[in-house]
Structure formats: C-alpha cells, structure tokens
T-cell receptor
C-alpha cells in the first residue's frame, strides 16, 4: 500500500462546478497535511495547509478525517485557471530536525468552458 | 524575488557522464532538499540538509552526492549518469526544520529536466 494515495484523474468539470478530491494516508501517526498545486511543467506550490478543524480559503475548503485517515479538497465555482494537478502531502513521522514529507502522485483537474 | 534558483533547466547526458545540478536560495532557509519527479510517482526525496555542513540521505540517494558548504547553496552531483536517472529534479527549501512547524511550506525551484541517453 502506498503511503499516500490519490485518484490520478483526470477530473473533467465545466466552469462553475464543484469538485472534490480525496487523499488517503497509511500512517496514523501523521502530524500535518497539505495540498500543493502543480501547473503543467512547473514546480509545486503550497495551496493550503489542512487543519484538524477544517479550513477554508476562498473557494477552497480542506478537511481532515483522522479516524479514516483521509484528507479532502473541495473547490467551489471552478475557474479555468484551477486546471492543474493537486498534490496531497503528508508529514508522515516527524524526526528530529527533519520533515518527512510524503507526496501523493497528484490528481489532475481540467476545467473546461 | 529570486527565491530558489536551479540551473540548468534542461540537460542531456550520455550514460556514464557526471554533472552537477545547482541550487541556490536567497531566503536564508536552513532546510534544503532535492526531489525527483517521475510519471506516476510522487516526488521522492533524494538528499536533504538541515544546515550548512549537515546533509543526509532521503528515500532514493543512490547515484547522487550532495554537499552544503553555505546556507545558500545545495548542489546535487550525479556521479555516473544512468538512464534510470532521467527525471525532473526539484530543489526545495524551507524555513522550518521541525516537521509541521509553522506553515510547513516548501519553496521549490523551477525544476531541472535531465535526460540520460
């Protein structure tokens, strides 16, 4: 079983749609969680951290379910510019002085006019 | 506004050649790392450094060397290139050394696309 698993997609949605991605992780001791966005042939960039209580940033909402070991990303009112690959990132087991960040393979989103 | 700078952006090597991928950051970050990204796989950590003079291996270190003589620079050396090292390489830095501290944000360079023939 992979440490972090994501549906690779692609998710094809029209502009204005709501879309949700899930990500599961294997290590119940994982400490922190993130969503990164990666545009085609570009570097990943942090989209948002995921907090236990859930958090929202504009059209984006992240949720964490520790009992089921998954995190989710909800995008409302999709824009063409949201087309990208969304990477789920989990800090598996913090070691002294070292962030052990494990990246999922990413979920590709295509928003069409 | 430089952030993390990687060079070269593209490189073609023949099997057995050696080369160095350069990485520099101007944010005074102590933590720096090298990842490789391959189709169908998540980014995998090659080597990392938590400060000048301190480096350690990540998940896939074989065939690569690193050094950290200054806070700013973290070069990645391919000792004897193999076709399996064809990949996109990303250098990343972070203010945080401790897992989950602060935003836990990694700042990535634009990537170096390496092809080994």
């Amino acid at each position: 079983r992979k440490e972090v698993e994501q549906d690779p997609g692609p998710f094809n949605v029209p502009e204005g749609a709501t879309v949700a991605f899930n990500c599961t992780y294997s290590n119940s001791a994982s400490q922190s969680f993130f969503w990164y966005r990666q545009d085609c042939r570009k570097e990943p960039k942090l989209l948002m951290s995921v907090y236990s209580s859930g958090n929202e940033d504009g059209r984006f909402t992240a949720q964490l379910n520790r009992a089921s070991q998954y995190i989710s990303l909800l995008i409302r009112d999709s824009k063409l510019s949201d087309s990208a690959t969304y990477l789920c990132v989990v800090n598996m087991k913090p070691l002294a002085g070292f962030q052990k960040l494990v990246f999922g393979t990413g979920t590709r989103l295509l928003v069409s006019p | 506004n430089a952030g993390v700078t990687q060079t070269p952006k593209f490189q073609v090597l023949k099997t057995g050649q050696s080369m160095t991928l350069q990485c520099a950051q101007d944010m005074n970050h102590e933590y720096m790392s090298w990842y490789r990204q391959d189709p169908g796989m998540g980014l995998r950590l090659i080597h990392y450094s938590v400060g000048a003079g301190i480096t350690d291996q990540g998940e896939v270190p074989n065939g690569y060397n690193v050094s950290r003589s200054t806070t700013e620079d973290f070069p990645l050396r391919l000792l004897s290139a193999a076709p399996s090292q064809t990949s996109v390489y990303f250098c990343a830095s972070s203010m945080e050394k401790i897992a989950g501290g602060g935003t836990g944000e990694l700042f990535f360079g634009e990537g170096s696309r390496l092809t080994v023939l």
